[in-house]
């Protein structure tokens, strides 16, 4: 209506954060800082940052609530330092622990994680092992992983990668994109 005044955000200010995770990498994240002390996290999916318009959109949607959030790039991915790692749930729940936990000293109350795509993956595999934040949301998360890797990379997969240091992967629409597996091995395991 005329005369009306755009609702005002209640942000107070947005800063850039940096929060090293257990492998000493920097992750590199925006709070979104209001008035409150609660706060809800934002997880990025596959091939994408915390700058993705959903992140964002999700950002401006809870801080007009007058909550806080804070979106951030997982090791390897946007801004943040380390390699990037295809299936690196393991890795991304253990980087989302180091911030919650870096929140949690701040005195901030994490009242939900939020993750969209295979960052709803990570906020799963984080809740089944911290059972310290009690939302959890998954967007769009993947399932029907009954595939596994093989299904994702196709047979001779490993073969391919030891012999040439990379793969070719085409999406559902035929476009390539190109792979560089790292291994990193942990007790008897090995992540891809």
């Given at each position: 209506?005329?005369g009306?005044?755009?609702p005002?955000?209640p ?13 000493g ?14 706060l809800?996290?934002l997880c ?5 940052t915390k700058?993705?318009?959903i992140l964002?959109d999700l ?12 979106r951030?790039?997982?090791?390897g ?12 749930y393991?890795k ?11 929140f949690s000293?701040?005195k901030y ?12 993956n990570?906020v ?10 009690p939302?959890i ?5 993947r399932?029907?992983l ?5 299904g994702?990379l196709?047979r ?14 085409k ?5 390539s ?5 790292l291994?990193?091995f ?7």
């Open positions: 209506m005329p009306e005044k755009p005002q955000s942000v107070l200010r947005e800063q850039r954060v940096l929060i090293p995770n257990e492998h990498e920097k992750l590199v994240g925006l709070l979104h800082q209001t008035s409150s002390k609660k809800v996290i990025h999916g596959f091939r994408a700058d993705d318009s964002a950002a401006a949607a809870i801080t007009l609530e007058g909550i806080s959030a804070f951030f790039d997982f090791s991915n946007g801004e943040s330092e380390g390699e990037f790692q295809y299936g690196s393991r991304e729940a253990a980087d989302l622990r180091s911030v919650v936990l870096y000293k701040q109350d994490i009242i939900a994680l939020i993750g969209h795509s295979k960052g709803g990570a799963l595999l984080y809740a089944s092992k911290y059972n310290d934040v939302i949301v998954n967007i769009s998360g399932f029907a009954e595939r596994g890797i093989d994702r196709g001779n997969f490993m073969q391919r990668i030891n012999k040439d240091g990379y793969i070719d992967v999406n559902k629409k035929g476009i994109f190109l792979y560089v597996v291994y990193s942990s007790a008897n395991a090995i992540t891809l």
